[in-house]
């Protein structure tokens, strides 16, 4: 008689907060590898790899993700509640140049992302819609951090965070344009580039 598959093994004593961490941790490994593989193989990989590579079964990402659109938009939400999370971490130092940081992952992230995001935009799925309160919550990190920088003296004063915002955005099409996006290397450096715009000029 074969074992199970991992995630189908039933919880100790049949405890439901058991299987609901199980669930939790599978849900997880099947967005990490999903993340992943968009990134270096492309979006054409079949659910059922994304399966076998995270160590679930098949059922378990067709439960969580009934649609490759489902689960390229959880993938998003992911991203986003991730750099929402670095955010927070930076907004609690003193180091006026954590808005650097922060843009740096933001630009990094969303060229990896890049095809993700194209896909959801083709199937005209809108993360302000969808996800709004991460969105919300990463433009507001960005602002207090932005607020810090200008009080040190560390950003341009001219620049807003719409303007922030918009670069960020523009990153991803100069790291898409320069076929950088599978190279932390190169991209990291298209966006110093444009960091390098909003630091104060040389006196």
Sequence with gaps: MTSPPPDHVPAAHGSHRELRADARRNRERVLRTAQQLFATE???VPLDEIARRAGVGPGTVHRHFPTKE?????VTIDQLKQLVAGAEALAGNDDPGAL????ARMMTNGAENAAVKSALMAAEFDLRTAAPDVAADLTRHVSDLLDRAHSAGAVRQDVSVDEVMALVAGAFAAIRHAGAETSRERSAHIARLILDGLRPPPQ
Excluded at 100 to 103: N, S
């Design 100 to 103: 650097f940081e922060l843009l």
């Design 70 to 74: 489902a689960l390229y938009l959880a």
């Design 42 to 44: 492309g979006l054409g």
